[in-house]
């Protein structure tokens, strides 16, 4: 049920029945490791079927306490309320709804207009210009999907239009669109804080300083090859040009300083932060810009909803799922088993880098996250791993995942946009992927990347 | 194989609750030897405040120790006497309540929700915090107080013109050093172990209120267990509350000694005429929530430890 | 009747994210105007209680998420892990997807169950009972009230088997239009109404680029 409808290269019956049960045979192996094996088993044999991920998750659980356990099954169906009863979940359908009114309202085109008027007439030009508008929208939307289609759809006509190849576009605005995450506000970093009871406010901060180095680095590919393949540079714009396109685009920026100047200066909770921009997005979109009419509204609470409320129904099945494990004390197992075996910091880490990297070939960030993040956590924690830091590598993890296939939704994304088939698109991206790899390893080693801003705040 | 108690809670391992928790643990499997095996999940890892209490009468879990200001939302808002500031002035005062029989008869009507009260655990008194001095009442107007969520704390932060504001524990830290809300109360062991002395410049000892916990267990699950075993577990967890109290109020203790030691927080204490202005403005309080409470606990609680406005 | 119910679904998910935006909107600016000694003002702001104002709007997102997931299904928003079964021949594809349409059926159906008894047990039942003077049995306890806006905490609660029986009925349906088709919803994430336009006349978008780049004057902004 997801947007990859690749037709070419199906099996033969005879190849997919060797694999079906190669499949099952090893989902068998791992189930014979005790309860925590008999639960994977179960959660990726599910998955494998193609069934929604928060139905698996939600069958697994089902299945394990009705057959093998005493926890009464009524338990399940509160935990399905009382999964989401917590206001900081709250901020992730505000930051949707905030996105999709910048999304309508014509913030993205303003922003796309100030960023080409800055850096346009460098080497790579628009392709650049892409960079900083990612960033710059990556600082009022928290999806990731959600910047490359504000900034992608303008964008990358505009750029083959203006004799740029198709794939020099398509790899700069799929990798800058994953900034949506790392620079925040950002609805994965909420939902990492969800999972591990972390602080949003402080996941922010830290989110920062990486962010804008991914910025500058993605930045810098986009430039290098521009100059190497002599791409088209726009015409240098002047002062006054430039103050124009500022001014326009300023009630967009403003909003960077409402969500991210409300939180850290206590005027909201970040959650509050949230259902400010959202009613902040709606008045510009609808009073300022006037890109959006009255009739609109509607339909953006709509699709917004329905984004939310999918987001939602994995987090509370995903909330099941990690009570479940906590209530067969896997992490625990899995965390005294680590340190038993003289797990130091540095395995642990590139561990968990394979472990998130693999899963981010057949999923999405939210539910990897919320999968995985109960069981790492903790072992984590015991190693000493500040969790900050590790929530931000994760993110770092995930904005990679995003960006390869056979899952990834800004690359899906961009070949909605470009009409490019998704094994274009992975060549396309290949420069930017290689250098995102690059900075998740110095992320992940190198904590006082994401630590040192939220410290001098004063936020650990 | 042995019975099994799964004792949830929602605080970590080394606070006094969490040490009382995991104490109770090993006098049981002590006592009972090994017939019974107490497994403590702290950290709200397997339930969280909003649902522990519903998961206790299911059965998902067997015992718990909630803040009693849980209890009003099961339908129980008699436990809010506990709430009511300067109700107790002192440790003295408030056992005469939990360890007398006001507080076995509020024990008692857990019955009515299929749960039974085994012991009353002590977390310990209030301490107001602030970026500005509170010597005064007058000092709390306008000023934004985080509280837990509770009726009672919301119209005590009324009584004096303060805006209360819910927040969850794991946000307070952030709210308080960004200004979200100006202040909060918790007994000072909360206060220090989550480091807000950090980012509160004045710290008053006001003992306004109490922060206590009810030990409760499933009572379908405490009478199905034989009686050897139920005698064990009682008298464990009489020693165990006797350790719980102790560890609190040496915690209490300490923790104010740490603040005063890091020098970053100023400490006011309140002179006897000060106190009793609080305590004077803060009666509203307990004047608007008497019909909700019940008049007569109230006034049982009154007479147990001689309040006067 | 179909359509009633999809539209009914619609507006009770439309209405319940914005009825929660404007309430933490009210619920800050109340906050904010509380804090300023303004003399009448503030009196008059203390006097206002909006603690109740976090609780409803966590009620309502869980509402929305609830019926939002049923919608969900119709919009086919709901992703899953597909690379293995696109692979598998067309034949064996169907199945599977069928089976996790089933899958799908058979989870909402039991959470539905399980949800109505938990629902019934904590304290529905001693409502209802109480409600019509009927016998309450020994072992009957009343339900437990919300915190802040101590509604009954059942009737909140209500939202797990309405949501996961519609949702149920959901994948019915589309299971049952799947299996006569071969058709599921489908969801676009790169699908954005009213950037629609820009997208479909890239051409016409370019041109007008190409013509305003940084010197256009419409009092409409930069490119459109
Ligand atoms: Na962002
Ligand atoms: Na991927």
């Given at each position: 049920?997801?947007?990859?409808?690749?037709?070419?290269?199906?099996?033969?019956?005879?190849?997919?029945a060797?694999?079906?049960?190669?499949?099952?045979?090893?989902?068998?192996?791992?189930?014979s490791?005790?309860?925590?094996?008999?639960?994977?088993?179960?959660?990726?044999?599910?998955?494998?079927t193609?069934?929604?991920?928060?139905?698996?998750?939600?069958?697994?659980?089902?299945?394990?306490?009705?057959?093998?356990?005493?926890?009464?099954?009524?338990?399940?169906?509160?935990?399905?309320?009382?999964?989401?009863?917590?206001?900081?979940?709250?901020?992730?359908?505000?930051?949707?709804?905030?996105?999709n009114?910048?999304?309508?309202?014509?913030?993205?085109?303003?922003?796309?207009?100030?960023?080409?008027?800055?850096?346009?007439?460098?080497?790579?030009?628009?392709?650049?210009?892409g960079?900083?508008?990612?960033?710059?929208?990556a600082?009022?939307?928290?999806?990731?999907?959600?910047?490359?289609?504000?900034?992608?759809?303008?964008?990358?006509?505009?750029?083959?239009?203006?004799?740029?190849?198709?794939?020099?576009?398509?790899?700069?605005?799929?990798?800058?669109g994953?900034?949506?995450?790392?620079?925040?506000?950002?609805?994965?970093?909420?939902?990492?804080?969800?999972?591990?009871?972390s602080?949003?406010?402080?996941?922010?901060?830290?989110?920062?300083?990486?962010?804008?180095?991914?910025?500058?680095?993605?930045?810098?590919?986009?430039?290098?090859?521009?100059?190497?393949?002599?791409?088209p540079?726009?015409?240098?714009?002047?002062?006054?040009?430039?103050?124009?396109?500022?001014?326009?685009?300023?009630?967009?920026?403003?909003?960077?300083v409402?969500?991210?100047?409300?939180?850290?200066?206590?005027?909201?909770?970040?959650t509050?932060?949230?259902?400010?921009?959202?009613?902040?997005?709606?008045?510009?979109?609808?009073?300022?810009?006037?890109?959006?009419?009255?009739?609109?509204?509607?339909?953006?609470?709509?699709?917004?909803?329905?984004?939310s409320?999918?987001?939602?129904?994995?987090?509370?099945?995903?909330?099941?799922?990690?009570?479940?494990?906590?209530?067969?004390?896997?992490?625990?197992?899995m965390?005294?088993?680590m340190?038993?075996?003289n797990?130091?910091?540095?395995?642990?880490?590139?561990?968990?880098?394979?472990?998130?990297?693999?899963a981010?070939n057949?999923?999405?960030?939210s539910?990897?996250?919320?999968?995985?993040?109960?069981?790492?956590?903790?072992?984590?924690?015991?190693?000493?791993?500040?969790?900050?830091?590790?929530g931000?590598?994760?993110?770092?993890?995930?904005?990679?995942g995003?960006?390869?296939p056979?899952v990834?939704?800004?690359?899906?994304?961009?070949?909605?946009?470009?009409?490019?088939?998704i094994?274009?698109?992975?060549?396309?991206?290949?420069?930017?992927?290689?250098?995102m790899?690059?900075?998740?390893?110095?992320?992940t080693?190198?904590?006082?990347?994401?630590?040192?801003?939220?410290?001098?705040?004063?936020?650990? | 194989?042995?019975?099994?108690?799964?004792?949830?809670?929602?605080?970590?391992?080394?606070?006094?609750?969490?040490?009382?928790?995991?104490?109770?643990?090993k006098?049981?499997?002590?006592?009972?030897?090994?017939?019974?095996?107490?497994?403590?999940?702290?950290?709200?890892?397997?339930?969280k405040?909003?649902?522990?209490?519903?998961?206790?009468?299911?059965?998902?879990?067997?015992m718990?120790?909630?803040?009693l200001?849980?209890?009003?939302?099961?339908?129980?808002?008699?436990?809010?006497?506990?709430?009511?500031?300067?109700?107790?002035?002192d440790?003295?005062?408030?056992?005469?309540?939990?360890?007398?029989?006001?507080?076995?008869?509020?024990?008692?009507?857990?019955?009515?929700?299929?749960?039974?009260?085994?012991?009353?655990?002590?977390?310990?008194?209030?301490?107001?915090s602030?970026?500005?001095?509170?010597?005064?009442?007058?000092?709390?107007?306008g000023?934004?107080?985080?509280?837990?969520?509770?009726?009672v704390?919301?119209?005590?932060?009324?009584?004096?013109g303060?805006?209360?504001q819910?927040?969850?524990?794991s946000?307070?830290?952030?709210?308080?050093q960004?200004?979200?809300?100006?202040?909060?109360?918790?007994?000072?062991?909360?206060?220090?172990?989550?480091?807000?002395?950090?980012?509160?410049?004045?710290?008053?000892?006001?003992?306004?209120?109490?922060?206590?916990?009810?030990?409760?267990?499933?009572?379908?699950f405490?009478?199905?267990?034989?009686?050897?075993?139920?005698?064990?577990?009682?008298?464990?967890?009489?020693?165990?509350?006797?350790?719980?109290?102790?560890?609190?109020?040496?915690?209490?203790?300490?923790?104010?000694?740490?603040?005063?030691?890091s020098?970053?927080?100023?400490?006011?204490?309140?002179?006897?005429?000060?106190?009793?202005?609080?305590k004077?403005a803060?009666?509203?309080?307990?004047?608007?929530?008497?019909?909700?409470?019940?008049?007569?606990?109230?006034k049982?609680?009154?007479a147990?430890?001689?309040y006067?406005? | 009747?179909?359509?009633?119910?999809?539209?009914?679904?619609?507006?009770?998910?439309?209405?319940?994210?914005?009825?929660?935006?404007?309430?933490?909107?009210?619920?800050?600016?109340?906050?904010?105007?509380?804090?300023?000694?303004?003399?009448?003002?503030?009196?008059?702001?203390?006097?206002?209680?909006?603690?109740?104002?976090?609780?409803?709007?966590?009620?309502?997102?869980?509402?929305?998420?609830?019926?939002?997931?049923?919608?969900?299904?119709?919009?086919?928003?709901?992703?899953?892990?597909?690379?293995?079964?696109?692979k598998?021949?067309?034949?064996?594809?169907?199945?599977?997807?069928?089976?996790?349409?089933?899958?799908?059926?058979?989870?909402?159906?039991?959470i539905?169950?399980?949800?109505?008894?938990?629902?019934?047990?904590?304290?529905?039942?001693?409502?209802?009972?109480?409600?019509?003077?009927l016998?309450?049995?020994?072992?009957?306890?009343?339900?437990?009230?919300?915190?802040?806006?101590?509604?009954?905490?059942?009737?909140?609660?209500?939202?797990?088997?309405?949501?996961?029986?519609?949702?149920?009925?959901?994948?019915?349906?589309?299971?049952?239009?799947f299996?006569?088709?071969?058709?599921?919803?489908?969801?676009?994430?790169?699908?954005?109404?009213?950037?629609?336009?820009?997208?479909?006349?890239?051409t016409?978008?370019?041109?007008?680029?190409?013509?305003?780049?940084?010197?256009?004057?419409?009092?409409?902004?930069?490119?459109?």
């Open positions: 049920m997801s947007a990859s409808t690749a037709t070419q290269g199906l099996m033969t019956p005879k190849k997919a060797i694999w079906v049960v190669a499949i099952i045979l090893s989902l068998f192996a791992i189930a490791f005790g309860n925590a094996g008999i639960v994977f088993a179960l959660l990726i044999g599910l998955m494998l193609g069934m929604p991920i928060s139905i698996s998750l939600g069958l697994t659980v089902l299945t394990f306490l009705f057959f093998m356990s005493q926890v009464p099954v009524e338990t399940v169906a509160m935990k399905l309320f009382t999964g989401i009863e917590k206001f900081e979940i709250m901020a992730i359908p505000f930051f949707i709804l905030a996105g009114f910048l999304t309508h309202g014509g913030v993205a085109k303003r922003m796309i207009n100030f960023a080409t008027a800055m850096v346009g007439h460098w080497h790579g030009g628009l392709g650049l210009a960079v900083m508008a990612c960033a710059l929208f600082a009022v939307s928290g999806s990731s999907p959600a910047t490359v289609v504000a900034i992608g759809s303008i964008l990358l006509p505009a750029m083959v239009k203006a004799g740029f190849p198709k794939n020099f576009g398509a790899g700069v605005i799929s990798t800058s994953s900034l949506g995450i790392l620079i925040p506000p950002s609805i994965v970093m909420v939902i990492y804080a969800v999972a591990t009871n602080s949003v406010g402080a996941l922010f901060m830290a989110g920062i300083i990486p962010g804008l180095m991914l910025a500058t680095l993605l930045g810098s590919v986009a430039w290098y090859r521009a100059r190497k393949f002599n791409y540079r726009m015409p240098k714009a002047t002062m006054k040009e430039r103050l124009k396109a500022f001014k326009e685009s300023i009630w967009g920026l403003l909003l960077i409402i969500v991210l100047g409300g939180i850290y200066s206590g005027m909201f909770t970040p509050e932060a949230a259902a400010m921009s959202a009613v902040y997005a709606f008045f510009v979109a609808v009073f300022v810009y006037k890109d959006m009419t009255f009739k609109g509204i509607p339909k953006v609470l709509l699709d917004s909803a329905n984004m409320a999918m987001l939602l129904y994995i987090i509370t099945n995903a909330v099941l799922f990690s009570y479940l494990m906590t209530s067969e004390q896997i992490p625990q197992i965390a005294d088993w340190i038993a075996h797990f130091g910091v540095i395995a642990f880490l590139a561990v968990t880098n394979v472990l998130l990297l693999l981010g057949v999923m999405e960030p539910s990897i996250i919320l999968i995985l993040a109960p069981i790492l956590f903790p072992v984590a924690m015991k190693l000493g791993i500040d969790p900050i830091h590790f931000i590598l994760i993110t770092v993890n995930m904005e990679v995003m960006c390869h056979p990834g939704l800004n690359l899906y994304v961009a070949s909605g946009i470009t009409k490019m088939g094994t274009e698109l992975t060549v396309a991206v290949l420069p930017w992927l290689i250098a790899v690059g900075f998740m390893l110095l992320v080693y190198v904590p006082e990347i994401s630590l040192w801003l939220p410290r001098l705040m004063g936020y650990l | 194989a042995p019975i099994i108690i799964k004792f949830s809670h929602v605080v970590a391992n080394d606070t006094p609750k969490g040490q009382a928790a995991n104490y109770f643990k006098l049981a499997e002590e006592r009972t030897k090994g017939r019974v095996k107490v497994e403590v999940y702290p950290n709200s890892q397997l339930f405040d909003k649902e522990e209490m519903e998961a206790l009468q299911m059965g998902s879990v067997q718990l120790a909630p803040s200001a849980k209890f009003a939302p099961l339908g129980l808002k008699e436990f809010e006497v506990f709430d009511l500031p300067f109700i107790f002035d440790y003295s005062e408030l056992h005469k309540v939990t360890q007398g029989p006001v507080g076995a008869k509020l024990l008692k009507k857990l019955e009515t929700k299929g749960l039974i009260g085994l012991a009353y655990w002590d977390n310990g008194f209030k301490v107001m602030a970026n500005k001095p509170l010597k005064n009442v007058t000092d709390m107007r000023l934004k107080m985080r509280i837990q969520s509770s009726k704390l919301d119209s005590q932060m009324r009584s004096v303060a805006i209360p819910v927040l969850a524990f946000e307070v830290y952030q709210a308080l960004t200004g979200v809300v100006d202040g909060t109360e918790n007994p000072p062991s909360n206060l220090y172990t989550q480091k807000m002395h950090e980012v509160q410049k004045y710290v008053t000892m006001s003992n306004h209120g109490y922060l206590g916990y009810a030990v409760l267990v499933n009572k379908k405490w009478m199905g267990l034989p009686a050897d075993i139920r005698a064990a577990l009682e008298s464990s967890m009489k020693d165990a509350t006797v350790f719980a109290n102790s560890v609190a109020k040496k915690d209490n203790d300490e923790a104010m000694a740490g603040v005063k030691k020098g970053k927080s100023q400490i006011i204490t309140l002179t006897p005429a000060e106190r009793a202005a609080w004077k803060m009666d509203k309080t307990h004047k608007e929530n008497m019909g909700r409470i019940g008049a007569d606990i109230v049982e609680v009154y147990a430890t001689g006067k406005p | 009747m179909m359509k009633y119910l999809d539209r009914l679904e619609e507006i009770i998910i439309t209405f319940l994210i914005g009825a929660a935006t404007l309430v933490i909107f009210a619920a800050v600016v109340h906050r904010y105007l509380s804090g300023l000694p303004i003399p009448g003002l503030q009196d008059w702001l203390l006097g206002i209680n909006m603690a109740w104002a976090q609780e409803l709007c966590i009620y309502m997102f869980v509402w929305m998420a609830k019926f939002g997931a049923a919608y969900g299904v119709r919009t086919g928003i709901h992703v899953g892990v597909d690379v293995l079964i696109n598998l021949p067309p034949k064996w594809r169907k199945t599977s997807v069928l089976l996790g349409l089933l899958s799908g059926v058979l989870f909402t159906a039991i539905g169950t399980l949800g109505a008894r938990f629902v019934w047990e904590n304290g529905m039942h001693y409502a209802v009972y109480n409600k019509f003077g016998l309450i049995p020994e072992d009957l306890y009343e339900g437990p009230i919300t915190p802040d806006l101590e509604w009954p905490t059942w009737a909140v609660y209500l939202a797990i088997p309405l949501g996961s029986f519609l949702m149920c009925f959901r994948f019915l349906q589309v299971a049952w239009t299996g006569r088709t071969g058709e599921l919803p489908h969801h676009d994430h790169s699908h954005v109404d009213g950037l629609d336009d820009e997208v479909m006349d890239a016409e978008a370019l041109e007008e680029y190409e013509a305003h780049k940084f010197d256009q004057q419409t009092d409409n902004g930069g490119v459109k």
